[in-house]
T-cell receptor, first 118, second 114 residues
């Protein structure tokens, strides 16, 4: 069974601090995809990144960076120089291929609530 | 390009009633998925439709059903509502025919069952 664990339930940081959100996953599949989504108070999930299991290169997008380590089944997310607008709940998710139908579903972690204090 | 839209945004029902939620995907997206979000269980997959066919279903009772129309719009229905059905229902659309394209989510419908 697929499983995603986000051990940090809530994190508070002061503005301009760096913060890392942890994500550990379990899967028996050799081909899979990992995602990060942001959920601001408005409720809509905002897509941040998708990474496939064969690409272990770290990725940087502005103040955001992601560290994918297959050896430890982790896909951590770092925000550099955090801002108040980064306050949200962040979800890590794993694609769960449904065999034979071309479909897939996302298995989400419980989320990490990030509060950035001015 | 317009995003995923969901109607209504808020809904209040009483136990035993039924409810229909609507989702319009991003133009050109043919896959629509539904998720339930509750404080206790988090985000859970309900079902996925592609070209009017349900391709995948999560572990929910038969009271939860859905359908997709030829224009890719989707509806989900919950019959005989229970208090535990109170949740944020999120719809997501994707270009995906196969594979793992990113899913784009709508703002959700917040259902309260009294």
């Amino acid at each position: 069974a697929q499983k995603v664990t986000q051990a940090q339930t809530e994190i508070s940081v002061v503005e301009k601090e760096d913060v890392t959100l942890d994500c550990v996953y379990e899967t028996r599949d050799t081909t899979y995809y990992l995602f990060w989504y942001k959920q601001p108070p408005s409720g809509e999930l905002v897509f941040l990144i998708r990474r496939n299991s064969f690409d272990e290169q770290n990725e940087i997008s502005g103040r955001y960076s992601w560290n994918f380590q297959k050896s430890t089944s982790s896909f951590n997310f770092t925000i550099t120089a955090s801002q108040v607008v980064d306050s949200a709940v962040y979800f890590c998710a794993l694609s769960d291929p449904y065999s034979g139908a071309g479909s897939y579903q996302l298995t989400f972690g419980k989320g990490t609530k990030l509060s950035v204090i001015p | 390009k317009a995003g995923v839209t969901q109607t209504p945004r808020y809904l209040i029902k009483t136990r035993g009633q039924q409810v229909t939620l609507s989702c319009s995907p991003i133009s050109g997206h043919r896959s629509v998925s539904w998720y339930q979000q509750t404080p206790g269980q988090g985000l859970q997959f309900l079902f996925e439709y592609f070209s009017e066919t349900q391709r995948n279903k999560g572990n929910f009772p038969g009271r939860f059903s859905g359908r997709q129309f030829s224009n890719s719009r989707s509806e989900m229905n919950v019959s005989t509502l229970e208090l535990g059905d109170s949740a944020l229902y999120l719809c997501a659309s994707s270009r995906s025919e196969t594979g793992h394209n990113e899913q784009f989510f709508g703002p959700g419908t917040r259902l309260t069952v009294l």
